[in-house]
Every structure is written in structure tokens, then in C-alpha cells.
């Protein structure tokens, strides 16, 4: 199994499918929907991302998940229900790691749709990324540049792994790139997964 630790310290009007995510960093969204209102709170629309707020102790006392703006949080423990795809949410993700690397760029496609990009240095980013999945073969696409590259080396996994408590319980990874500190320029893969609803 990989483990890997989820934790939010909560704080401030930043709102991400009614969940507050104010101390969230280093993340981007896609394809999202931003509200302003009336007292200056900042309030995010996006269906296809699940929400998960942990104390920063890691308990879980007060874990909820929101899948959309408007409905009500579920407790952790609820079963993964499928998406429109019929792929469980929280089933499949994409994860990277950095240890300590320079000068990289990864872009990551499933199915010709950019879910993920990761530089050199940046925060350790967990995505869920059933919303871009179809039951049978899936392509992915792990599209890099390296310049100047040094120190150790950068992961990005993609595989199956349930969210227990706050901390992301990955099986062995379909797919694992990795780029070290001899690479140079552009480089390309691509995987073809099997996934089943």
C-alpha cells in the first residue's frame, strides 16, 4: 500500500462546493464556476472535484465530503457512489511526489483532457480523477519538459486507493513516472489503464 497523509488547517471565506478551503495552496481547478457575494466570501462551483476537510491533528471527527455546490456533506465512511461515468468517486487518483527535484514540468492527460500540472518544488498534489474516466482502456498521457535539471527525483503515480480518515490509501500504482536529474528536454509516455465501473 502508499500512504499519504491529507491534511487542511481550516480558516478564512474561501468556499469550495460549500466546503471551506481557505488554507488550501498550490492547487489549480479546472473548469470551475466563481461567486463572489455579498460579504466578500468566495464561493467555488466545481461538480467535479470531491472536497475532504481533516483537522490538522489528522482525526477525522469532523471529515465531511461535498461532490457539489448545494448538497448536503456526507460522513467519511458513506460507500463511493458511482459518477456519471459509473466510476466510484474516490476510486482512482493521481498523485505526485518531489524529492527535492529542479527543472521540471508534468502535464497530465487522461483521455486527451489535461487533469494535472506539476512543477519542480510545488506542493504534493492528490487528484481524483474518476470524472475523466470510462469504463474499459483509457489513455494516459504524461507529457514533461526538464531544463537545467538537478537534485532528486519527481513521481507522478496514477492507480487505484481509497481516502481512509485523511490519508490516501493507494494499491500498487498502474502508472508511475518518474523523472530524475538526468533528464532533458521534452519527453512523452503514454499508458493505456484498464478500469472497470
Known amino acids: ?42 464561493h467555488i462551483t466545481a461538480p467535479q472535484y470531491e472536497i475532504q476537510v481533516v483537522q490538522p491533528d489528522g482525526k477525522s471527527s469532523e ?31 493521481a498523485v505526485t ?17 489535461q487533469v494535472l500540472e506539476v512543477h519542480s518544488g510545488d506542493a504534493q498534489k492528490i487528484q481524483d480523477i474518476g470524472p475523466y474516466l470510462k469504463p474499459g482502456a ?10 537545467d535539471a538537478s537534485g532528486g527525483a519527481m513521481y507522478v503515480y496514477v492507480g487505484t486507493g481509497s481516502n481512509d480518515d485523511g490519508t490516501l490509501m493507494m494499491d500498487t500504482p498502474k502508472v508511475q513516472f518518474g523523472l530524475g536529474p538526468t533528464r532533458s528536454g521534452p519527453y512523452e509516455r503514454k499508458y493505456t489503464v484498464q478500469v472497470a465501473p
Do not use: C
Open 1 to 42: 500500500m502508499w500512504y499519504w497523509l491529507v491534511s487542511v488547517a481550516l480558516a478564512g471565506t474561501v468556499y469550495v462546493n460549500d466546503v471551506d478551503v481557505s488554507a488550501l495552496r498550490n492547487t489549480t481547478l479546472k473548469n470551475v464556476t466563481v461567486q463572489f457575494d455579498d460579504k466578500g466570501d468566495v
Open 63 to 93: 471529515t465531511t465530503t461535498a461532490t457539489a455546490a448545494g448538497t448536503t456533506p456526507q460522513p467519511e465512511t458513506t460507500p463511493p457512489e458511482p459518477s456519471g461515468n459509473g466510476i466510484p468517486k474516490g476510486h482512482w487518483w
Open 138 to 147: 483509457n489513455q494516459v498521457t504524461m507529457r514533461s519538459t526538464s531544463q
Open 97 to 113: 511526489e518531489d524529492d527535492g527535484s529542479q527543472g521540471h514540468t508534468v502535464d497530465v492527460f487522461v483521455n486527451g483532457t
